[in-house]
């Protein structure tokens, strides 16, 4: 009787072992599914990350196009976010550019006549307004904060300063590319300067503010695969020039000379 319990013993401790072994073995396995997981989970993030990096922006760019704009109303302008407010101030810019090009109005005479016909109305209004018993319009005190004026004025400063620093840095020979950039730019803007007046130049870039950045934020995908083909065009076209032209320039001889 004594073996018989002893032996029952036994076979109920090798039960509870071979469960115990069976529940770490699940335990085991649990973990190394999910550790294999989230290894997964990682690569494939890391691989969405490398290929959102590979992607091609046209100049660069990392951020929306609405925050390329400066964000806010002028942005949402641009871009059609409100259609009513988009197309006023395109239409009140062509009503601009037909009374100053078409209609050859002058700023002086338009501003001069806005001002007589706004100071009449505002004066009769003043003056009939105790006749038809109403009470006469009320004028806003108009004070330009000196904060504001000096923003600004700093600002233009900062810029101004930019454009300054970067003129001097292109005008010392350090990068030539740059120089012939700056120069093939100057070219083709005097060309188109001298096709149209200043108004009809501003006009156009105007209309083109208002389209170009809505129709790049529409079709964007089809604009970039366009960009990045040209732009390796344009890289492998300067190559041969840079072969074939610019290095015979002697450019480090005339450096050591006017040092």
Same mark, same amino acid.
């Given at each position: 009787?004594?073996?018989n319990?002893?032996?029952?013993? !036994?076979?109920?401790?090798s039960? $509870?072992?071979?469960?115990?072994d069976?529940?770490?073995?699940?335990?085991?396995?649990?973990?190394?599914?999910?550790?294999?997981?989230s290894?997964?989970?990682g690569k494939?993030s890391?691989? $969405?990350?490398?290929v959102?990096?590979?992607?091609?922006r046209?100049f660069?760019?990392?951020k929306? &196009?609405?925050?390329l704009l400066?964000?806010g109303k002028?942005?949402?302008?641009f871009?059609?976010?409100?259609?009513k407010?988009?197309a006023?101030?395109?239409?009140?810019?062509? /009503?601009?550019?037909?009374l100053?090009e078409?209609v050859?109005?002058?700023?002086?005479? /338009?501003?001069?006549?806005?001002?007589?016909?706004?100071?009449?109305? /505002?004066?009769?209004?003043?003056?009939a307004a105790?006749?038809?018993?109403?009470?006469?319009?009320?004028f806003?005190e108009?004070?330009?904060?000196?904060?504001? $004026?000096?923003g $600004?004025?700093?600002?233009?400063?900062?810029e101004?300063?930019?454009?300054?620093?970067?003129l001097?840095?292109?005008a010392?020979?350090?990068?030539?590319?740059?120089?012939?950039?700056?120069?093939?730019g100057?070219?083709v803007?005097?060309?188109?300067g001298?096709?149209?007046n200043?108004l009809?130049?501003?006009?156009i870039?105007?209309v083109?503010l208002?389209?170009?950045?809505?129709?790049y934020?529409?079709?964007?995908?089809?604009?970039?695969?366009?960009? !990045?083909?040209?732009?390796?065009e344009?890289k492998?076209q300067?190559?041969?020039?840079s072969?074939? &032209?610019?290095s015979?320039i002697?450019v480090?001889?005339?450096?050591?000379?006017?040092?």
């Open positions: 009787m004594a073996d319990v002893a032996g029952e013993h !036994e076979k109920e401790d039960f $509870v072992e071979s469960v115990k069976k529940i770490s073995e699940t335990f085991h396995k649990d973990d190394s599914s999910s550790s294999s997981d290894d997964n989970e494939k890391s691989s $969405v990350s490398d959102k990096d590979k992607i091609y046209l660069g760019r990392e929306p &196009v609405h925050k400066g964000g002028p942005a949402d302008i871009l059609w976010k409100d259609k407010v988009s006023g101030v395109l239409g009140f810019a062509t /009503l601009i550019w037909v100053f078409l050859e109005y002058h700023l002086l005479t /338009l501003v001069c006549h806005t001002l007589i016909l706004a100071l009449a109305v /505002l004066f009769l209004w003043s003056n105790s006749f038809i018993n109403k009470s006469p319009p009320k806003p108009v004070n330009l904060p000196e904060d504001i $004026v000096l $600004v004025a700093s600002a233009l400063r900062v101004i300063n930019k454009a300054f620093e970067v001097r840095c292109i010392s020979g350090k990068d030539l590319k740059k120089f012939l950039g700056v120069v093939a100057l070219w803007l005097s060309i188109v001298s096709c149209w200043f009809t130049l501003f006009y870039c105007f083109l208002h389209t170009l950045p809505y129709l934020d529409k079709y964007e995908d089809k604009v970039d695969a366009f960009g !990045e083909k040209a732009e390796a344009i492998k300067y190559a041969v020039f072969v074939k &032209v610019l015979k002697p480090g001889a005339l450096k050591h000379k006017f040092a």
